[in-house]
């Protein structure tokens, strides 16, 4: 079954970097659509950052545009999140999505596959 554990995450200060990691098992890592999304408290879950089957293509939120670097070794079955110039607003559960099928690898694609996220807490 399809598994995608996240990790990296943690309380840093504003200004601070993280760079979460999600490891993907399960299926073939290579062709799916890859993603970050989080849910930041009081609002709604949101994508953050998505990422195509060969790297050709990212889409990122306008909110971490600059800020966060998405990308994803096929070798690793890895997928990354560089988050660098941290905010409190960022603080948040982030989630590693996946999705295999036609379609662009989007922001607002239909994720079928979600890991259990990992906490970032940024403090000012």
């Known amino acids: 079954q399809v598994q995608l554990v996240e990790s990296g995450g943690g309380p840093v200060q504003a200004g601070g970097s993280l760079r979460l990691s999600c490891a993907a098992s399960?299926?073939?890592?290579?062709?799916?659509?890859m993603g970050w999304f989080r849910q930041t408290p009081g609002k709604e879950r949101e994508g953050v950052a998505t990422?195509?089957?060969?790297?050709?293509?990212?889409d990122s939120s306008d909110s971490v545009k600059g800020r966060f670097t998405i990308s994803r070794d096929n070798e690793k079955n890895t997928l990354y999140l560089q988050m660098n110039s941290l905010k409190p607003e960022d603080t948040g559960m982030y989630y590693c999505?996946?999705?295999?099928?036609?379609?662009?690898?989007?922001?607002?694609?239909?994720?079928?596959?979600w890991g259990h996220g990992t906490q970032v807490t940024v403090s000012s």
């Open positions: 999505v996946a999705d295999i099928g036609w379609g662009a690898c989007s922001l607002v694609r239909h994720y079928k596959y």
């Open positions: 399960g299926y073939r890592f290579s062709s799916a659509c």
């Open positions: 990422i195509s089957v060969g790297s050709i293509s990212t």
